[in-house]
């Protein structure tokens, strides 16, 4: 049956469509992790470059 839905669609851009999934798959990931770490963790990286790296 999808085939045939598939087929009717008419002209589709597949290469465009699979662009479209893979950023919005890799975009989901990268928010999901952002709410999931621990904020002491996100504030401990966004210290990195404000350190003095004085030995």
Known sequence: MYK??????????????????????????????AFVKDKDEIKRIAAIPLENDDL
């Open 4 to 33: 045939y839905i598939l087929e009717s669609a008419g002209n589709i851009n597949w290469m465009a469509l699979f662009a479209l999934f893979t950023f919005m798959f890799v975009f989901l990931v990268g928010a999901w992790v």
